[in-house]
């Protein structure tokens, strides 16, 4: 179901951020192509338009690669859960994004047994870092 929301005051990734908190996957789909943009920006990332509704996305996926971070981590918040696991994961909304992934440890074995295991259904995990929420992903079987 589309959700839209109506605001001149805060801006797309505010708003994408406040999603996060309240544990929902804010994107903007574009009425003049359809397309999904994500995370959300003021305009259309396939056609440039600027004319977007804000749709909440499913966060089930498919976890297409997995490897782990480099180190140390790329941000002093990410210090306390290094090393982890970062992959690409495609929405069932066929949107690819990057993330953490949660559910496997950074190490060679369970990523060789994650990699022999192929696509593997994943969900959205949000992190409660300090300073903000993450989007991060789970594997769920
Ligand atoms: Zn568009």
Known sequence: MDTTV??????AIELYYKG??????KARRCKDCGEHTFPPTGCCAHC???????V???????????THNISPACHPRFEPIAPYVYGHICLDEG????????GVKATPEDLNQLFQRGQTP??????????????AFRIIR
């Not at 109506?6 to 801006?11: D, E, I, M, P, Y």
């Not at 909440?56 to 690669?65: E, I, P, R």
């Open 6 to 11: 109506t605001s001149t005051s805060q801006s």
């Open 95 to 102: 949107i690819i994004v990057q993330a953490i992934v949660q």
């Open 122 to 135: 994943v969900e959205a995990d949000i992190l409660r870092m300090d300073d903000l929420p993450v989007l």
């Open 56 to 66: 909440d996305l499913s966060g089930k996926g498919t976890l297409l690669f997995a």
């Open 48 to 54: 440039g338009g600027w004319s977007l509704d804000w």
């Open 20 to 25: 996060l908190e309240e544990g929902k996957l």
